[in-house]
């Protein structure tokens, strides 16, 4: 996905839905997207430094830091069994990590600049973050 010629980080995060999805129905709506999460984020810390030194600071073709931060928005999220819900859900917390991680507000930039894999990974951690939030206003505050 991250060889796409266009918008790689998008394609990552939409790819990383279903495997969210799946995890939070049939391990636990919990430790589901937890589990990503810390998979992802340890692929991308293990290889981000020597990608980083072929293709330059935060590549486009590195999308695991996408994987785990796209998780990181559904970490205590209600899933549940009705697929409206499910579908506005997901598609509202997907846009909101687009948001944050393309447009890197409230400091994102500048944790993208840390050095190395945590500067390529903690970006997307911090858009997943503010999210989330986000997404939980929307579900207990607008729904």
């Not at 330059?56 to 998780?71: I, L, R, T």
């Not at 009705?82 to 500048?110: H, M, Q, T």
């Amino acid at each position: 996905m991250g060889f796409l010629p266009k918008i790689p980080g998008t394609w990552g995060s939409l790819a990383a839905l279903p495997l969210i999805y799946l995890t939070s129905q049939f391990i636990h709506p919990l430790f589901g997207p937890l589990l990503i999460v810390v998979l992802f984020a340890a692929v991308t810390l293990i290889a981000a430094n020597g990608i980083e030194k072929e293709l330059g600071p935060d590549p486009a073709e590195c999308v695991s830091d996408e994987f785990a931060g796209q998780a990181m928005v559904f970490l205590f999220i209600p899933v549940y069994t009705s697929w409206e819900y499910n579908v506005l859900v997901f598609a509202a917390g997907f846009f909101l990590f687009r948001f944050f991680d393309v447009l890197k507000p409230l400091g994102i930039g500048a944790i993208q600049n840390t050095e190395g894999g945590w500067g390529v990974l903690l970006d997307d951690i911090v858009a997943g973050m503010y999210a989330q939030i986000c997404l939980l206003f929307i579900i207990f505050v607008v729904l």
